[in-house]
């Protein structure tokens, strides 16, 4: 399998296409650490008619479906002792963690913070959900660190990509569980936070992109030595955020 793109040391790795296709061709339980933020939607919403439309349970059914082939993907390719994050909201979170629970020891939620909302009505939205999950020989991580993670979001003005996650957050969660010359995986990676993340940590990393662009743009933001100076300079912090 060529990919569309790696590093001259063969430590960074974009795939472009669709990641179900191309992750079935990865051996199993070669992946230390999924980080993903795979697509997720609200559910069916119906036509204003004179009859009450009835919302149920059902209106997740398209992606639940998603989600239980996404997740048993991803879990094929993790190592018994491997850990997975992925990012979600409170109406998808059910769904991800009914597709995660078979296969791992521990499922739970860990709260991204992200420090201010965007003017509207009601009860603005400034957390994100990740879904934690811990596979059967998972080893517990002695840490001082709470479930709440307090990172802000990037600028709209300043993203790449519509669900553009910050490096440092990302930073954080690799750096966590994944173990010295651990390797990283993300699925939908979009314009290549993850593996910048991943990089900057000195972690070896794949990715998996369907959108020829995004994945010109992290291929890009990973040979650009600016950048990746800016993200390590930012390291000695990471694990100040509560």
Request: net charge negative; aromatic share 10%; proline share 6%.
């Amino acid at each position: 399998m060529t990919p569309y793109w790696q590093s001259g040391d063969g430590r960074l790795v974009i795939h472009h296409g669709n990641a179900l296709d191309i992750m079935a061709a990865f051996p199993e339980a070669s992946i230390d650490t999924v980080v993903t933020d795979p697509p997720y939607f609200l559910p069916a919403s119906h036509y204003s008619v004179r009859d009450r439309s009835f919302r149920s349970l059902g209106d997740l059914s398209i992606l639940e479906h998603f989600a239980r082939d996404v997740f048993t993907g991803m879990f094929r390719v993790l190592r018994s002792d491997g850990f997975l994050y992925s990012f979600c909201d409170g109406q998808s979170y059910p769904v991800f963690y009914v597709s995660a629970y078979p296969h791992v020891a521990r499922v739970r939620p860990i709260i991204w913070d992200k420090l201010v909302s965007i003017n509207g009505f009601g009860w603005r939205h400034q957390h994100e959900i990740i879904l934690f999950a811990e596979a059967a020989n998972a080893p517990r991580v002695s840490t001082g660190d709470g479930d709440v993670i307090r990172s802000r979001a990037v600028p709209i003005s300043e993203r790449l990509h519509l669900a553009e996650k910050p490096v440092e957050l990302l930073s954080k969660l690799i750096g966590k569980t994944t173990p010295d010359d651990g390797l990283v995986f993300d699925p939908f990676v979009g314009s290549g936070s993850t593996l910048l993340a991943a990089q900057s940590l000195g972690k070896r990393a794949i990715g998996i992109e369907i959108e020829e662009r995004y994945c010109e743009i992290a291929a890009k933001r990973l040979e650009d030595p600016p950048m990746l100076a800016a993200v390590k300079a930012k390291q000695a912090n990471l694990f100040e955020v509560a």
